[in-house]
């Protein structure tokens, strides 16, 4: 289940990241904040249930950047 979370977190991840890249979005798109959130938030609880508490911690914080994110507006 971890390497499930931990797989489908980081494609969604680098979709955001390649969509933006490419130019298809910016980084004020819904889709763009809700992909590294969604994202980072399974290869938190993936990275949590094998115990690599380094991968925890920065997902979590990236996971709570996007939040921001999308409630800030």
């Given at each position: ?5 931990n ?6 991840i ?10 298809i ?49």
């Amino acid at each position: 289940m971890a390497t499930w979370l931990n797989n489908i977190g980081v494609i969604m991840i680098l979709i955001a990241f390649i969509l933006l890249s490419m130019k298809i979005i910016n980084s004020e798109h819904p889709a763009y904040k809700w992909l590294n959130f969604v994202g980072a938030g399974f290869t938190c609880v993936g990275a949590y249930m094998l115990g690599v508490m380094a991968f925890v911690v920065m997902e979590a914080i990236w996971s709570a950047v996007a939040l921001y994110s999308i409630i800030r507006k």
